[in-house]
């Protein structure tokens, strides 16, 4: 049975920064396309970014530039390292895996952690 666990989130003053985390069981993260998404209150979930060795890397526009995603094989983890964040980006980030390993636009995220919450304050 898959399981995603997310860790990391908090609070922190707008300019701040963040480094996601997100560990898996029974499923190895470096063999499909993997990623991270967020939803805030009232809004729909957005992807934020993707990654595999296919289509290597990809980013909402809102977040280039500030936010970055990697991946630790040996440690089989996920991270997001968020800089600069804005209140607009306060929200549940969720880790997401699919069982596709070519692009990531295309792929079924079918897998879920259970979030953690990021909160930017003014």
């Known amino acids: 049975q898959v399981r995603l666990v997310e860790s990391g989130g908090g609070s922190v003053p707008a300019g701040g920064s963040l480094r996601l985390s997100c560990t898996a069981s029974?499923?190895?993260?470096?063999?499909?396309?993997v990623g991270w998404f967020r939803q805030a209150p009232g809004k729909e979930r957005e992807r934020v970014a993707t990654?595999?060795?296919?289509?290597?890397?990809g980013y909402a526009d809102v977040v280039k530039g500030r936010f970055a995603i990697s991946l630790d094989s040996a440690k089989n983890t996920l991270y997001l390292q968020m800089n600069s964040l804005e209140p607009e980006d306060t929200a549940m980030y969720y880790c997401?895996?699919?069982?596709?390993?070519?692009?990531?636009?295309?792929?079924?995220?079918?897998?879920w952690g259970q979030g953690t919450q990021v909160t930017v304050s003014a």
């Open positions: 990654i595999n060795s296919y289509s290597g890397k």
């Open positions: 997401a895996a699919t069982y596709d390993s070519g692009w990531c636009n295309k792929a079924d995220f079918s897998l």
């Open positions: 029974g499923y190895i993260f470096r063999t499909y396309c």
